[in-house]
């Protein structure tokens, strides 16, 4: 099946550095990925929607100036935490469907633990 | 805007069990609904997919059913493992091509 890969799995950064996340589908052209935010013992919160080739659409309460996302291949989306701080620090994981395969199965990345510090 | 549910939010039972898991939505529009397992620290990986024409989906000792009018889904695991412990989530996929997560069901299969 389709598969997603994100790097780094964990990352450790100092209060007020940025962070860069990359997301990239492996056997398959994504025009469009997705990024979750998960806090411990929760469930996933889509943070925003990466369009290749266009600007992302973030959900309500998400700062665009603060998670940076750029998506300009069809096959990597990275998402920037810039000036990151304490509450900044949860899991975040990617997402993308093969949009040839139409109602497809979503394939998500391994997911990584950002902890700052 | 779609709300999904999970019932119960834990689980435990002894190894060997049959169980179910349920995932209620309150929005029967949707074009799938998929089954994930998330071990603790990772990503989550894909169990089954439901197109929304469908009734059940299986896979070894795993079957999902979907039944869109009342807005549910079952995931039921046969004969359980401890090596099933983790989390399940259930998700819809809805208009705007979102997905939208239930809260989870933490299961743990003692020995």
Redesign the interface.
Known sequence: ?AVVS?HPSWVICKSGTSVKIECRSLDFQAT?M?WYRQFP????M?MA?SNEGSKATYEQGVEKDKFLINHASLTLSTLTVTSAHPEDSS?Y?C?A?DPLQG?????????T?LTVV | KQEVTQIPAALSVPEGENLVLNCSFTDSAI??L?W?RQDP??????LL?I??SQREQTSGRLNASLDKSSGRSTLYIAASQPGDSATY?C?T?GAG???T????T?LMVKP
Do not use: H
């Not at chain 2, 620290?41 to 894909?46: D, E, M, P, V, Y």
């Open positions: 099946g994100q469009t997705f013992k929760q469930s996933l889509l929607t899991f994981i997402s469907r109602a497809a199965e979503a394939f998500f990345g391994q997911g633990r | 074009y799938n998929q994930f620290g990772k990503g989550l990986t894909s997919l197109q929304s989530l998700a996929l091509n979102m997905l997560f239930g809260g989870g933490r």
